[in-house]
């Protein structure tokens, strides 16, 4: 896991990023974490 000063600056760099595209690009990006999100969840069961 990355330090929590790396986490930080890296959650404001993606939050930069999230403001700047299209809706269907944000769709994009949100299937996308939802799959990773349900393989976490497999992988923690």
């Given amino acids: 896991m ?3 000063h790396e986490r930080e600056q890296l959650t404001k760099d ?3 990023l ?3 595209p299209y809706d269907s690009t944000l769709d994009e990006i ?3 974490l939802k ?3 349900d393989v976490d ?3 923690e069961s």
């Fill in 2 to 4: 990355k330090p929590a």
């Fill in 35 to 37: 799959r990773i999100d």
């Fill in 30 to 32: 949100y299937a996308f």
């Fill in 41 to 43: 969840d497999k992988d």
């Fill in 14 to 16: 993606i939050n930069v």
């Fill in 18 to 20: 999230l403001h700047q």
